[in-house]
């Protein structure tokens, strides 16, 4: 069964640390690129950040730059999303989704069933 599963939000403080687990079965995660994506009460789905499968790189949308850090660990077919200095601000949903080319969030291949991350003091 092709999947992918998160992991790991919860309640923290401001200024706070949580680390996403984005688990997949199925297919082989490092053949695609990995976005993580979040959706707050009342808004729309934005993209946070996606890790090019191509070179490596990251690109990380600017509300979170410098506090969020994407990563791997191939042998375990799972990707991370370490965020640093939390703020209220980024309560919300958290998905990771799998594409080959970091495209539109519709056109991503595989996407996770979210997993809440709640910032408050």
């Known amino acids: 069964q092709v999947q992918l599963v998160e992991s790991g939000g919860g309640l923290v403080q401001p200024g706070g640390s949580l680390r996403l687990s984005c688990a997949a079965s199925g297919f082989t995660l490092d053949h695609y690129s990995v976005g993580w994506f979040r959706q707050a009460p009342g808004k729309e789905r934005e993209g946070v950040s996606c890790m090019r499968v191509t070179d490596g790189t990251t690109h990380y949308a600017d509300p979170v730059k410098g506090r969020f850090t994407d990563s791997r660990d191939n042998a375990k077919n799972t990707a991370y999303l370490q965020m640093n200095s939390l703020k209220p601000e980024y309560t919300a949903v958290y998905y990771c989704?799998?594409?080959?080319?970091?495209?539109?969030?519709?056109?991503?291949?595989?996407w996770g069933q979210g997993t809440q991350v709640t910032v408050v003091s």
């Open positions: 989704a799998a594409d080959p080319y970091c495209s539109y969030p519709d056109e991503y291949d595989y």
